[in-house]
């Protein structure tokens, strides 16, 4: 039965609030890290260091919460997003105060960069477990808010920062979190409230086999999309050395930036139809070796203007990727699942984020941001060509 417009509308609203937030967290925090921290006077090398560090907490803390949340019903993801939108506001006021010391300082922002990779797990975990509740939620919408939002900020934010510094990086990292506490609050009042559970599937109440046993192409899936995300990650973090590297600064940074999530918005808004031509399987595939454009088109560019070419091909690839992938993920798995296969994927994100923040700065500093293109060119191609082998039908 179709839900009423003014519901419709009123729980999309809200969770487009809630990826808005999401993703400007990204476009804020890890997009200006190593603009943050190279003014508290770190290398490329410590700025991976520290950020491996951060990430390696994120990926142990996701993982020990989807169990929790998915094993004690009482747990919700409503409160865990509270909880971390409230770490990240208080986080980010601390390193605005005045007379901070750079070791709280450091630390408090450290915790920021730990907390936001948890954020598009449970974001997406706290949308598609509504939606398979019956949430009228239109989640390829507020996704593709999620992509507006990320290319706004990253604009912005690259603009103060030219302007007024880095300190402008906690400020907007501040209004994000209060946007995601409104957003998480906002949804869960017109989008998930009252929702009768979903019965679960006879494979997850089967608890001699742990989850990646019970789906093991799923696993081989999880395993590839850490490969892609070490590839976007290398690119999208360590974006400053890539275009001071290209004669560019700050400024063509979030430009930049800004425009790999603006050529996302038509795929995002117009996944749903594209999914009545072609399953899903053929677009997350699709999107997977689209992916190597990119660090084929940055390796290529003399100038900025040749990295803003090289960012448009993700409309076909990480951008497409995203979305094809979260849908893939509820569709390869059972019911019930929602909250841990969101969960894996995108503790791929925080691994190869991982991998990316620890190793990135490490090769620019000693061989060179051109180098650093041609891994993430490398592992785009692993990553792309094992889920075209392995990439399960879908039902729709």
């Given at each position: 039965m179709r839900k009423p417009f003014f519901q419709r509308w009123n729980a999309t609203a809200a969770y487009a609030l809630l990826q808005a937030a999401t993703w400007s967290f990204y476009a804020v925090i890890l997009s200006f890290s190593s603009n943050v921290l190279r003014s508290f006077?770190?290398?490329?090398?410590?700025?991976?260091?520290?950020?491996?560090?951060?990430?390696?907490?994120?990926?142990?803390?996701q993982l020990v919460a989807a169990e929790l949340i998915s094993r004690f019903p009482k747990l919700k993801v409503y409160g865990l997003m509270l909880l971390l939108g409230t770490v990240m506001l208080v986080g980010n006021l601390m390193i605005l105060v005045p007379g901070m010391g750079n070791v709280p300082a450091i630390l408090a922002f450290a915790t920021a960069c730990l907390v936001l990779q948890m954020m598009p797990s449970f974001t997406n975990a706290m949308g598609m477990d509504a939606i398979e509740r019956g949430s009228p939620t239109d989640y390829?919408?507020?996704?593709?808010?999620?992509?507006?939002?990320?290319?706004?900020?990253?604009?912005?934010?690259?603009?103060?920062?030219?302007?007024?510094?880095?300190?402008?990086?906690?400020a907007m990292g501040a209004l994000c979190a209060a946007a995601l506490i409104a957003g998480t609050v906002w949804f869960h009042l017109s989008g998930e409230r009252g929702l009768q559970p979903v019965q679960q599937s006879l494979r997850k109440q089967t608890k001699e086999e742990g989850f990646l046993r019970q789906y093991p192409r799923f696993a081989v899936f999880l395993l590839a999309s850490i490969f892609l995300q070490f590839s976007h990650n290398l690119l999208s973090n360590f974006m400053f050395q890539i275009m001071l590297s290209?004669?560019?600064?700050?400024?063509?940074?979030?430009?930049?930036?800004?425009?790999?999530?603006?050529?996302?918005?038509?795929v995002m808004f117009g996944f749903p139809l594209m999914l009545r031509r072609i399953k899903c399987e053929k677009w997350v595939t699709f999107a997977s070796l689209s992916m190597a454009l990119k660090a084929i088109g940055i390796f290529l560019a003399a100038?900025?203007?040749?990295?803003?070419?090289?960012?448009?091909?993700?409309?076909?690839?990480?951008?497409?990727?995203?979305?094809?992938?979260?849908?893939?993920?509820?569709?390869?798995?059972?019911?019930?699942?929602?909250?841990?296969?969101?969960?894996?994927?995108?503790?791929?994100?925080?691994?190869?984020?991982?991998?990316?923040?620890?190793?990135?700065?490490?090769?620019?500093?000693?061989?060179?941001?051109?180098?650093?293109?041609?891994?993430?060119l490398a592992a785009a191609l692993i990553g792309g060509v094992t889920i075209a082998f392995t990439a399960q039908k879908t039902e729709k």
């Open positions: 006077g770190f290398t490329d090398s410590q700025i991976s260091l520290l950020l491996g560090i951060s990430t390696v907490a994120s990926f142990a803390a390829s919408l507020a996704r593709g808010i999620g992509s507006l939002a990320y290319s706004l900020m990253a604009y912005v934010t690259g603009m103060l920062v030219r302007e007024l510094g880095t300190r402008m990086v906690p290209k004669y560019g600064g700050a400024g063509e940074q979030g430009t930049a930036t800004a425009i790999c999530a603006l050529v996302e918005l038509p100038t900025p203007y040749g990295v803003y070419a090289a960012q448009m091909t993700q409309i076909i690839g990480y951008g497409l990727y995203t979305i094809s992938s979260v849908n893939y993920a509820g569709l390869v798995v059972g019911k019930g699942e929602s909250v841990r296969a969101q969960s894996y994927l995108g503790s791929t994100s925080t691994v190869g984020c991982l991998l990316a923040l620890s190793t990135g700065g490490v090769i620019c500093e000693h061989f060179g941001a051109q180098t650093m293109v041609l891994v993430s």
